[in-house]
């Protein structure tokens, strides 16, 4: 997987290159992720990356001619789409991730400031992206969530290959909880079913579990799997 982001804060990155998961993927190169800085596609003498926007108002708009410069270099290395960071993209969830994860690579563009010049969307933007709908100072850090998702999704990079399609939202609902030693924790015992040795009523166990957390915080989700999925037990309201 080739991914290249395209950022003013390079060092930034190094959150997602330096720790984890995301850095042993890079280690054992099923990930290579190159950083291009649109500073260093600047002409003039001062290095300017940013504007005041046409027709006024605060801040500042980021240049189309060093993102575009920035944006075409990285491109010559990278297959795949250009997934542009902005509150105003489609919401990122693990089924994208899916998709992403499965492509040869992609290219992330993270805007600072009020925005991009729109001219830049019109003609290098493949997909929009939000991670949530909050608004944060820049594209850096929901790029590296984009990055983070992926990493662990791609072959090799989880010790156990079945815990990606086990965890949260994979098969639609949330995760079940978890324990280890000790038995007792300030008083609060693990849940006895998980000592018994019996998989298949730790299997049941969980599940419910999962099926109980599900229906109390995210009704949204439930509905839906309760919906394309026909349990029998499973109370409908
Ligand atoms: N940049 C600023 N806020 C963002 C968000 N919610 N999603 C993606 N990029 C962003």
Request: hydrophobic content about 35%; proline content about 7%; glycine content about 10%.
């Amino acid at each position: 997987m080739k991914i290249s982001t395209v950022s003013i804060f390079p060092s930034m990155f190094e959150a997602v290159t330096g720790y984890g998961m995301t850095r042993l993927a890079i280690d054992r190169g099923i990930l290579a992720l190159k950083i291009f800085n649109p500073r260093d596609f600047t002409l003039d003498r001062n290095r300017t990356v940013d504007g005041r926007p046409y027709g006024g108002g605060p801040g500042m708009v980021m240049k189309p001619e060093p993102l575009s410069r920035c944006l075409d270099e990285a491109r010559k290395t990278t297959p795949g789409p250009v997934v542009f960071m902005t509150p105003q993209g489609t919401l990122f969830n693990q089924s994208m991730a899916e998709g992403l994860a499965r492509l040869d690579g992609f290219t992330l563009l993270t805007g600072r400031y009020e925005g991009i010049d729109e001219r830049i969307v019109e003609s290098r933007v493949d997909l929009e992206v939000s991670i949530g709908d909050v608004v944060l100072t820049g594209g850096e850090i929901p790029s590296m969530m984009i990055i983070d998702a992926i990493s662990r999704l791609l072959p090799g990079v989880l010790g156990n290959s079945e815990s990606a399609e086990q965890d949260s939202f994979s098969q639609g609902m949330l995760d079940y909880p978890h324990y280890t030693r000790p038995e007792i924790f300030e008083g609060r015992a693990v849940p006895g079913v998980l000592l018994s040795g019996n998989h298949e009523k730790i299997r049941m166990w969980r599940m419910e579990q999962s099926r109980i957390r599900t229906r109390k915080r995210r009704p949204d989700l439930f509905a839906r799997w309760a919906g394309t999925e026909d349990t029998g037990d499973c109370p409908h309201h």
